[in-house]
C-alpha cells in the first residue's frame, strides 16, 4: 500500500516561488520513480516533471528552466521547486509513483503511474 501526499499548494503572485512537496508511507520511496503532473480547469492533465529511481530528471517543455524536481529518500519526499510562475501554471498539481524496477526509468506518459495523490492547488494571479 502507497499513500501519497502533496503539500505546498498556495496562491501567489506572478513571478513568484513555490515549493511542491510530495510525500509518502508505505514503501520506500527509493523503489518508485516519481512524478508530477498537473490539471487546470477543463484541461487534460499534462505532464511536469519526473525522477527515476537513480535520479534522472525530465522536465516539460512548458517549464524547463524554471522548475526543477529532486527526490529525498531518506525523508521519502519528492519535491518541485517552481519559480518564474505565471497564471498559466494554475492548475492542481499531483504527484505520481511507478514501481518499474529499471533505475534509469522515467515517463512522462500519466497511464504510467500505478498510485496518486490527490493534489495540491497552485494559484498564480497577475
Known amino acids: 500500500q502507497v499513500h501519497l501526499v502533496e503539500s505546498g499548494g498556495r496562491s501567489v503572485q506572478a513571478g513568484g516561488s513555490l515549493r511542491l512537496s510530495c510525500a509518502w508511507s508505505?514503501?520506500?520511496?527509493?523503489?518508485?520513480?516519481v512524478g508530477w503532473f498537473r490539471q487546470a480547469p477543463e484541461k487534460e492533465r499534462e505532464f511536469v516533471a519526473a525522477?527515476?529511481?537513480?535520479?534522472?530528471?525530465i522536465l516539460s517543455n512548458s517549464v524547463k528552466g524554471r522548475f526543477t524536481i529532486s527526490r529525498d529518500n531518506a525523508e521519502n519526499t519528492v519535491y518541485l521547486q517552481m519559480s518564474s510562475l505565471t497564471p498559466e501554471d494554475t492548475a492542481v498539481y499531483f504527484c505520481?509513483?511507478?514501481?518499474?524496477?529499471?533505475?534509469?526509468?522515467?515517463?512522462?506518459?500519466?497511464?504510467?503511474?500505478?498510485?496518486w495523490g490527490q493534489g495540491t492547488q497552485v494559484t498564480v494571479s497577475s
Open positions: 508505505g514503501q520506500s520511496i527509493s523503489v518508485f520513480a
Open positions: 505520481a509513483a511507478d514501481g518499474n524496477p529499471d533505475d534509469n526509468y522515467v515517463d512522462p506518459w500519466p497511464g504510467a503511474y500505478d498510485w
Open positions: 525522477v527515476s529511481r537513480s535520479g534522472r530528471d
